[in-house]
């Protein structure tokens, strides 16, 4: 699942090698100016001999110049003239039609018999028959039933493009044992930020279901979902910098939303892009945490929202460093169109994609039948391969494997890594000593490149 990835022109995304300087996120300020995607998000040039360099903003939403090119110094002087053709291209790059319009499309083609129900691949947009004409060189899909209505992931294009879209739809195993969790748990309202597959098995099921229970309300970027949900249950909204683009509605919808009517329980479940700023991301969802808090009438006033982020396990310490409460479970999040990130590959081929809560990690029961179990010591479930360490007291695994103990480094490593005493840590055998030729670009740690390194983001 998830929307778009974080970055943008300038190669903000870090320094090339670590210590070489690069850029860091200064996040969104007051008055910014805004791009397609919203408004843009304000950096700072580092570099070795200085520690801060010129300002500049840049999108939220797009890593390659090419999908937004979007960027303006800070202290720079912008002329009436570029300032309304800049209003007149973002305005250009909306959707042809507003969410109300889709809403009242959608009324209409329900109405219309399934030999009339044609949704264009090319423009992906559901088409009334007045519209044929005008799609009539495209390609299409005909007969559209109400159960691939109910599942518009499945019927739109994944946007996939690593650098902008990053839209991986969780599998089925994945989205159910979530649903099941949330149940079990005795949540009620799903707050689905970036997460179209849960949402939609949540619809359907409400929907055919008498006694099922639980709503939710998705926030995501990709707008071609107005054409299958109402005002209430879809938002179009940008998790990089907190964007609703439909303005103080949107954003009411979510507040209303995240009031706990007659004792219902919210938990918020995002799967942010891989590639994306942790700040930013971080940034949003406290916001979103603290329009849960204006809405919550009682209770204890520390308390935080519920919420399981899915992310990558190596992002582990930049989550905590936000969120200290979170900690990280074991169960493996796979997804249908992604070829690394799959469930039940072995060794390294495991999907490194982890559910981040902050709520007691002893309530998250996962599936035994899958090899999980419950560590007495930890209070937590674990994976099969994940063996509690009497030295580091812990289950120390991160990706599934069992990991070993170096009383040198006094900590568990890959089970792949050997001690090396020139460098004084426990690295790949083949690495280069001193040198970050061995793994990551950036943080010259083995086990991940450049593009997932958690340091990218470090401001």
């Known amino acids: 699942d998830g929307a778009m990835a974080a970055g943008s022109r300038e190669g903000w995304r870090g320094p090339e090698r670590a210590g070489a300087g690069g850029v860091a996120l200064l996040g969104v300020v007051p008055g910014a100016p805004s791009c397609p995607h919203g408004p843009a998000l304000l ?39 570029r300032l309304a053709a800049r209003e007149e291209y973002n305005k250009n790059r909306q959707p042809s039609f507003t969410h109300g319009q889709n809403v009242e499309r959608y009324k209409d083609f329900v109405l219309l018999p399934l030999s009339k129900r044609r949704f264009c691949q090319e423009c992906q947009q559901l088409l009334l028959p007045a519209e044929w004409e005008n799609h009539s060189d495209h390609q299409f899909l005909c007969d559209i039933s109400t159960a691939q209505l109910r599942s518009p992931s499945q019927l739109l294009y994944p946007l996939e493009n690593k650098k902008t879209n990053a839209q991986y739809l969780f599998a089925d195993r994945s989205c159910q044992f979530l649903l099941d969790l949330i149940v079990d748990l005795g949540f009620r309202r799903v707050l689905s930020v970036g997460t179209p597959r849960l949402h939609e098995m949540i619809q359907s099921k409400a929907s055919q279901e008498e006694d099922f229970r639980v709503r939710s309300l998705l926030l995501d970027i990709d707008f071609r979902y107005s054409q299958f949900y109402t005002e209430d249950e879809f938002c179009h909204y940008n998790m990089f910098n907190h964007h609703f683009f439909d303005g103080e509605a949107a954003r009411e919808t979510c507040r209303k939303f995240l009031c706990q009517d007659n004792g219902e329980r919210v938990i918020m479940v995002t799967d942010p892009p891989f590639g994306g700023l942790v700040e930013a991301l971080a940034s949003s969802f406290k916001k979103l945490m603290a329009m849960w808090k204006k809405t919550e009438k009682e209770g204890d006033k520390n308390q935080e929202m519920p919420i399981f982020w899915i992310f990558p396990y190596f992002f582990e310490s930049r989550i905590l460093e936000f969120f200290p409460s979170f900690s990280m479970m074991d169960y493996q999040v796979d997804y249908d169109n992604h070829a690394l990130y799959k469930h039940g590959k072995t060794g390294r081929r495991q999907s490194p994609v ?60 890959k089970p792949s890594w050997f001690h090396c005493n020139n460098c004084n840590c ?25 593009s997932t390194c958690p340091s990218l983001s470090r401001t």
């Open 354 to 413: 982890r559910i981040f809560t902050n709520i007691t990690p002893s309530m998250i029961v996962l599936p035994v039948e899958e090899g999980y179990r419950f560590c007495a010591l930890c209070q937590r479930y674990v994976s099969s391969g994940n063996q509690h360490c009497e030295l580091c007291n812990s289950c120390t695994s991160k990706d599934g494997r069992q990991w070993k103990h170096c009383v040198l480094c006094q900590k568990c490593v």
């Open 43 to 81: 950096f700072v040039k580092t570099s070795q001999d200085k520690e801060e360099g010129r300002r500049f903003y840049a999108c939220s939403a797009c890593r390659d110049r090419k999908d937004c090119n979007f960027f303006q110094w800070e202290d720079e002087k912008v002329s009436e003239t």
């Open 426 to 450: 426990c690295a790949l055998q083949n690495h280069t000593c001193e040198k970050t030729d061995a793994g990551c670009f950036v943080c010259g740690k083995a086990g991940h490149k450049r």
